[in-house]
């Protein structure tokens, strides 16, 4: 396995960006041809992406992505498939994808209508709604504790969105900040220099369960627009768009699923072996059977 740094992205973009989606290769040919595939990773979208203690992409996401992958080696006749991963963030997934740079997105990327128009999802494999990290002794246990406070969200995610649309639509008197990644959000809180991190709830369990000091930290609010998380691959593309929602589908039918599901959120994981002891929810057991990929709004 190759894992290329973020770094060498601004080698790769200069020369795939230019071409439009439909002068590329079909993906399955692509990678048959080409005898590799690149899966994307996020750094801190813990559990479903991140970093382990030997700076090796692990999570949710990964393991169903290399069970995908599995798959491709079968209908391709590529036993010798390469597996390259590549890092990325909010901020340049979807081109990454668009451009083919990455064949397939294994992280924790919701499926909106919006994004739907540029790249395809597969079956949602994970919902979950906004809420905020704050530091336990903060006395914040709502939006409404914000007033006059700085909040903080990772730049490029429907979460920074949605936080700005209600603090302009309500004129709350809250200065809403971007950082980097999710890791750099959740720093800010962690050093008052924000105090709340806006944020699907479930990546918060995760930043809070692998913090210095957990019980410093606590995730609080009611959920604000629960948003489902899926694969996301090129557009235009049924082909690559049959075999990953094959692989969900079966995964789901089989209870293998439900077995990814308890390793990743209700077992001891690395680096530290906390447990984010996070039961699965209604709208997930729901589409174990429904099998969609609807988006969100």
Same mark, same amino acid.
């Given at each position: 396995?190759?894992?290329?740094?973020?770094?060498?992205?601004?080698?790769?973009?200069?020369?795939?960006?230019?071409?439009?989606?439909?002068?590329?290769?079909?993906?399955?040919?692509?990678?048959?041809?080409?005898?590799?595939?690149?899966?994307?990773?996020?750094?801190?979208?813990?559990?479903?992406?991140?970093?382990?203690? =030997?700076?090796?992409?692990?999570?949710?996401?990964?393991?169903?992505?290399?069970?995908?992958?599995?798959?491709?080696? =079968?209908?391709?006749?590529?036993?010798?498939?390469?597996?390259?991963?590549?890092?990325?963030?909010?901020?340049?997934?979807?081109?990454?994808?668009?451009?083919?740079?990455?064949?397939?997105?294994?992280?924790?990327? /919701?499926?909106?209508?919006?994004?739907? =128009?540029?790249?395809?999802?597969?079956?949602?494999?994970?919902?979950?709604? /906004?809420?905020?990290?704050?530091?336990?002794?903060?006395?914040?246990?709502?939006?409404?504790?914000?007033?006059? =406070?700085?909040?903080?969200?990772? /730049?490029?995610?429907?979460?920074?969105?949605?936080?700005?649309?209600?603090?302009?639509?309500?004129?709350?008197?809250?200065?809403?900040?971007?950082?980097?990644?999710?890791?750099?959000?959740?720093?800010?809180?962690?050093?008052?220099?924000?105090?709340?991190?806006?944020?699907?709830?479930?990546?918060?369990?995760?930043?809070?369960?692998?913090?210095?000091?957990?019980?410093?930290?606590?995730?609080?609010?009611?959920?604000?627009?629960?948003?489902?998380?899926?694969?996301?691959?090129?557009?235009?593309?049924?082909?690559?768009?049959?075999?990953?929602?094959?692989?969900?589908?079966?995964?789901?039918?089989?209870?293998?699923?439900?077995?990814?599901?308890?390793?990743?959120?209700?077992?001891?994981?690395?680096?530290?072996?906390?447990?984010?002891?996070?039961?699965?929810?209604?709208?997930?057991?729901?589409?174990?059977?429904?099998?969609?990929?609807?988006?969100?709004?």
């Amino acid at each position: 396995m190759k894992t290329i740094p973020r770094l060498a992205l601004s080698a790769l973009l200069p020369l795939t960006a230019l071409l439009p989606a439909h002068a590329q290769q079909a993906t399955l040919d692509k990678i048959k041809d080409g005898g590799s595939i690149t899966l994307s990773y996020r750094e801190s979208s813990i559990p479903f992406s991140y970093l382990d203690d =030997k700076a090796q992409p692990v999570g949710f996401g990964i393991d169903i992505c290399d069970r995908v992958v599995d798959e491709i080696k =079968k209908v391709t006749g590529r036993a010798d498939l390469k597996v390259q991963r590549q890092a990325v963030t909010s901020a340049n997934r979807i081109p990454l994808v668009q451009n083919g740079t990455v064949d397939l997105e294994c992280g924790s990327t /919701t499926n909106n209508s919006e994004r739907a =128009k540029q790249v395809t999802f597969a079956i949602n494999y994970f919902y979950t709604g /906004t809420r905020f990290l704050v530091k336990s002794d903060s006395g914040i246990k709502s939006l409404a504790d914000l007033s006059n =406070k700085v909040m903080v969200s990772t /730049t490029g995610t429907t979460n920074f969105k949605i936080m700005r649309g209600i603090i302009s639509e309500q004129k709350l008197p809250i200065e809403l900040i971007a950082a980097k990644d999710h890791a750099e959000s959740a720093l800010l809180v962690e050093s008052s220099r924000a105090a709340a991190f806006a944020m699907d709830d479930i990546l918060l369990y995760g930043l809070r369960a692998s913090a210095q000091n957990p019980a410093s930290l606590a995730v609080v609010g009611e959920p604000i627009q629960v948003e489902p998380y899926a694969i996301m691959m090129r557009k235009d593309d049924p082909g690559i768009k049959k075999l990953v929602d094959g692989v969900l589908a079966g995964l789901m039918k089989s209870g293998e699923f439900e077995k990814f599901y308890r390793k990743w959120f209700q077992s001891p994981i690395p680096p530290r072996g906390i447990n984010l002891n996070a039961p699965m929810g209604k709208e997930l057991t729901d589409n174990l059977r429904a099998l969609s990929d609807k988006p969100a709004t």
